[in-house]
């Protein structure tokens, strides 16, 4: 199993950044996806999430009509559209796949990429 997170990097205040995330090792359809984030010195949060077949989003309080995740079974993709970023957006932000089976649940981690946004 594998999530390899991209995108990250530095950016202004007020500016954007995509994350892409692209699974191998599982059935991807099947599963939540989701990026969080954490910040230095704080718990980890959730950023968004997405419902296997795509047709339900939630986002975090902070991440309202300021990020869009959305994905694409077909190529075991999903993505992160960051918008008008501000300082605390700063954080290592991790994909996460995880699915409630009949017997067990599958929770899976990327190694998370690092997005800085400073003026």
């Known amino acids: 199993v594998q999530l390899v997170e991209s995108g990250g990097g530095l950016v202004q205040p007020g500016g954007s950044l995509r994350l892409s995330c692209v699974a191998s090792?599982?059935?991807?359809?099947?599963?939540?996806m989701s990026w969080y984030r954490q910040a230095p010195g704080k718990e980890r949060e959730l950023v968004a999430a997405i419902t296997p077949a795509g047709g339900t989003a939630n986002y975090g309080d902070s991440m309202k009509g300021r990020f869009t995740i959305s994905r694409d079974n077909a190529k075991n993709t999903v993505n992160l559209q960051m918008n008008s970023l501000k300082p605390e957006d700063t954080a290592v932000y991790y994909c996460?796949?995880?699915?409630?089976?009949?017997?067990?649940?599958?929770?899976?981690w990327g190694q998370g990429t690092q997005v800085t946004v400073t003026s």
């Open positions: 996460n796949a995880f699915w409630l089976g009949p017997e067990d649940e599958y929770d899976y």
């Open positions: 090792g599982f059935t991807f359809s099947r599963y939540v």
